[in-house]
């Protein structure tokens, strides 16, 4: 097998990826960012909304009070340490960016423009603040490019379009590297390495109805089962509410932020009954359950019933063109509706995943001893939307997530440079198992029984999504969970039966999508077992069967093992690191 050596490699090419990676190249590290597509075809790039700091470019703001919001955001399960150092870090992070070249929006005055989302307020909750940084509604798109530009010229090696199988690790379980898949030539390769950082992004395609690209599968989640390591708060997935009724895509919360308003089929402005105060830029948590409370109520809008409208009418044409081109051009491609005088069909929509793999604030991968003592693992850090450190609890605010890539991408990057300088490495000497990735490249190399063509890849994973969203969606409880474990049983019979259709090297996708369905399948047990452990409904996870948040029993992040389906857990962090806790209270909108 053809052996590549890195100081770091890096799994991911999103915003997460690319910052870590530009970090570790311009301090002299041998860095290579491994990723199934072209990096600037990522999911970062679909972000649309924009990035959240206390600039106070439009109206005050003050980094203490967007700590205050996301931990109550949060439902109170984010930790407060982390919470703290991500929005400390926003103002200078979201400047960095701009110094290096993403091209924002600018106000009137030339600064960086912002606007209003959900669950952002001034003085602790008093009233909206304006804290979303934006370049129009195509945030990400402006982020990631800017990104690549910058490690390009930094000179990091990229492995584009290459498939990552698993970790390789050594005798004594420390993580040495990782074989990955040429996509191209179908050729495998190990990539050595003192570091391999994990930044694969998320994975919604868990669910049918979703917003996220379709490589967005877990493949980093999967890969940290499989190694024998946790995975946390599995059980909060968020529901974005205004998705395309029936197909997904999303509208940005940005509409809604420039003053788009949500209708039920009596044309009532609704969100007014669910948050009296701040009304269609509630949480994200608040607004999906009240559109589906409207439609399973019966004042659901069209034939079915089955959808809410996303009203933007009353907004001046010209307003939206400018600030909100991309979802105005989503409304007209897939729905042929123009939202300058049309409105738009929307759905909740599985967006974002909250839980992943557990990390310290430096990105260190973290399991737990036979004590239950937080632990790192040597060798292995996560930053992104699959790790969790966790500073979005039980629920995401809009804007926070670009950050969260961005602040944490470049910490764990400062902290890997810090001790590959200071601590002696290992140069390579160590054997590696590589039987798991290999055992995993032979199970796709069965061939077809004779005479006996098996069912698809795609069948089952379609059968997964479906199950996954009835079973486990924006509302479960023990009934619905326990049904759909039992599917989850059927599936995986399916799975260890299916054969692969086409066994040709190049670009072979069906083989892609074989592995990508063993990670997706990990995470739907992770999920299942984490949410019907979980007897109260917190932040996205809303149990019919235990509506109450119980503060008592629950302030702990629930960590999933493979092994025996095991749970254990590890308490919130309360203690923010240099000012007051923010205590647990009723979230009140
Ligand atoms: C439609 C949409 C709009 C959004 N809007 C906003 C917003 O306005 N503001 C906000 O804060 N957040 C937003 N979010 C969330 C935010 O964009 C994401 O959470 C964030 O961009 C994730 O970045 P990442 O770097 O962790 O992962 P990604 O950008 O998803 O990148 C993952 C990378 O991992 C690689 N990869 C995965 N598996 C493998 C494998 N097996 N082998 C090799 N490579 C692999 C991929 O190729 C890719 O390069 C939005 C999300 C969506 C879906």
Known sequence: MDTFHFDVVIVGAGGAGLRSALELSKSDQQVAVVSKVFPTRSHTVAAQGGINAALGNITEDNWHWHMYDTIKGSDYLGDQDAIEFMCREAIEIVRELEHFGVPFSRTDEGKIYQRPFGGQSRHFGESQATRTCAAADRTGHAILQTLYQQNIHAGTSFFDEYFAIDLVLDDEGNVGGLVVLNIQTGQVQLLRSHVVMIATGGACQLFKTNTNAKINTGDGLGMVLRAGLPLQDMEFWQF??????????????????????LRNADGEAFMVKYAPHVKDLASRDVVARAIAIEVKEGRGCGPKKDHVLLDLTHIDAEVIKKRLPGIRDIGLTFLGLDMCDAAIPVYPTAHYMMGGIPTNLKGQVVTLDEVGKPQSVKGLYAVGECACVSVHGANRLGGNSLLDIVVFGRAAAKDIVHNLETKPVDHFDKTL??????ERLNRWAQPQEKNHKTETIAEIRHDLQVAMQVGCGVFRNEESMQSLLKELEVLQDRLDLVRLHDHSNAFNLERLEAFELENLMGL?????????ARTESRGAHSRVDFTERDDENWMKHSLYFLENHQLRYKPVTTKPLTVETFPPKARVY
Not at 433 to 438: D, I, Q
Not at 524 to 531: D, I, L, Q, R
């Open 433 to 438: 198992n590589l039987s798991k990735a290999a």
């Open 524 to 532: 739907a047990t992770a999920t299942v077992y984490s949410a019907l």
């Open 240 to 261: 974005h509410p205004t998705g395309v009724a029936n197909k997904g895509m999303l509208l940005s919360e940005a509409a809604r932020g420039e003053g788009g308003v």
